[in-house]
């Protein structure tokens, strides 16, 4: 596969509300577009404005870029990556960008989070370690369903669910904080109460510390019609349920949403895992080693 590359004015953003999503302060992306095709994926909606969604393309002289740039901010805090696109794709394992930029982020005192589906992670579990010595460092691995074969449809390019688990028991036992997206979990195909309870039992088991849930998706613009497109293949006779619940809406919650959300909390504190947002940031603190008082 050949890198395309794009020019790109910035590479890191700030973010308005840093004690939502995982405390970030700052979101960077430093590819565009992403390699594993999921059916729901909102960064394919119009407003985005990228063309070939499924054609990654790298930004131009990112480990210049993003040196020059961190060297200036006034203030450190956690960086968000993953957001608009997975950032360890299948150019990743050659590129490094992504390992480059977390040396960086090591280099000049940031946090991080990561949000992927892939299992390539755990090739940085060295730096991510180094990170989490002096900034939080959250790890997302994103899993919405239990089954591997329902993953390669909803998730066609994306690693299975069962290497995504074994990722994820790695980090947790390398002691890197860690837990589970469990979003987006769409309606009518995958927000029952079989694959969450399975799910959060998994994760209970190999010692994940969090879970941050959303059961149902986001549509909008360009993303609703590459989603209805890929339920008439695949699941016959949801699009007409989609059309008819939801309409135009943007926010399409789950007919379960109580129900999950409520096996939700009785498992998650059945197994000590952390479903609530404040909670998950509070937490990654204690795992920052520096500061702390050692008693030998
Ligand atoms: S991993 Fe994320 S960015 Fe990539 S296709 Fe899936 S939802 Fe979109």
Redesign the pocket.
Known sequence: MKVNYIDAKKIVYPVKHSEGWFGVSYNMNIYRG?????I?????SDVYQIKN?DEVKTKKNVKQKLESELITKKKTGIIGM?A???PY?KFESELGLTRESLKLIDKYGFGVNI???SDLIVRDLDILKRIQKHSSVIVCM?ITTYDDELAKII?P??PTTTARFKALEELVKCDIYSGITLMPILPKINDNTENIEKIIKKAGEIGAEFISPFYGLTLRKGQREYFYDKLNRYFIGATDFYQKQFGSDYSCHSTNNKQLYELTEKLCNKFSIKYKMKDIIDKSRDYVIEGQISLF
């Open positions: 992403c390699h594993h095709g999921c729901y994926c909102d960064s394919r969604f993953g608009m696109s997975d794709n949000v992927t589906k994103t998730e390019g994306a």
